[in-house]
């Protein structure tokens, strides 16, 4: 009987009302996505509407068109808020993925597989740590009268706190502190993504020739790309949020950082200290277009949805 014939008989004979199994994994797979769904439109959809709305009107409800927009654009905190979010960014993205990916690859390539494990651990500890519970631990750190690294901090010329806190020096703080939190994860990630890069394409590199280095610069990190560009987005994500550090800082220093440095705290005290609710919606989605725009310019040029043809 050919194969065919066969599928005939099968079809046939099927009892009535039976459903195909992909029918039914389709169903489940809804069903799972179905809370996703509930969660993003309550906690994602519908309060970007919600500012979107207020940003668009004013406290009294009427609609106001671009104003607070242009209102808080005329703002002189606004630019240099985002100048700082500007420049903290570059610092954290560039360190984030160069070093992430440099210390993903070594621990690939040179640690012994049984070692490897505590060394993902090790990583991985500043990431459990809470944001406000990392900030106070790098408030000793960089105090010169309480670091344990008080002579760095001296050879930087750095011999107070508020030396420390100086404005220029802030996004470097600050880098530190969220490269210490956040690139642990990220390393496991990236070490997990390096796993799956089938043994025969390594052994294959190594039989042309190819040392460590051209490997990893050649066949691991182009093969990791998608990966890489994800960490960036959300890592980028996460910075256009930059709250909680600069705030401690603030609260900590006694004034000496501002309490406008990050647009997030500028439209916090746009809601909270002035009672303008709508002109902190406006900062806001102004924050949500510049992550958007980020987000799709490196989606567009990576092609991070793309499927690889088996």
Not at 89 to 117: E, F, I, N, Q, Y
Not at 213 to 236: D, G
Not at 286 to 291: A, M
Request: glycine letters at 8%; hydrophobic letters at 55%; aromatic letters at 12%.
């Amino acid at each position: 009987m050919t194969l065919l014939e066969t599928e005939r008989v099968a079809v046939s004979t099927r009892r009535p009302g039976t459903v195909p199994r992909r029918r039914g994994r389709s169903a489940a797979g809804c069903l799972f996505v179905a809370g996703y769904a509930l969660l993003l439109l309550a906690f994602g959809v519908f309060p970007t509407a919600y500012s979107l709305y207020l940003a668009m009107t004013n406290d009294r409800g009427q609609f106001t068109g671009l104003n607070q927009f242009v209102r808080v654009a005329q703002d002189y905190r606004f630019v240099p808020a985002f100048t700082h979010m500007l420049v903290y960014l570059v610092l954290w993205l560039v360190t984030l993925v160069v070093l992430v990916v440099l210390v993903a690859v070594v621990l690939r390539s040179r640690v012994r597989p049984g070692t490897s494990a505590l060394f993902r651990f090790l990583y991985y500890i500043p990431g459990a740590l809470a944001g406000v519970a990392s900030v106070l631990v790098w408030l000793f750190m960089l105090d010169p009268d309480l670091s344990p690294v008080s002579w760095l901090l001296d050879a930087l010329g750095m011999h107070t706190f508020a030396a420390v806190l100086a404005p220029g020096n802030l996004p470097l703080v600050l880098m530190l502190i969220a490269f210490w939190t956040g690139a642990g994860g990220w390393i496991v990630v990236m070490y997990g993504a390096l796993n799956n890069i089938p043994d025969e394409v390594l052994e294959a590199a190594r039989m042309d020739g190819a040392g460590p280095w051209r490997t990893a610069w050649h066949i691991q990190i182009p093969m990791i790309r998608q990966w890489i560009v994800y960490m960036t987005i959300m890592a980028f994500a996460t910075g256009t949020q930059l709250f909680v550090e600069p705030q401690l800082l603030q609260t900590a220093s006694l004034g000496r950082v501002s309490p406008t440095w990050s647009p997030n705290q500028l439209a916090y005290v746009y809601a909270f200290q002035q009672g303008d609710f709508n002109g902190a919606a406006a900062i806001s989605f102004c924050l949500l277009v510049v992550g958007l725009l980020a987000a799709g310019l490196l989606v567009a040029r990576s092609n991070l949805f793309t499927l690889d043809e088996k």
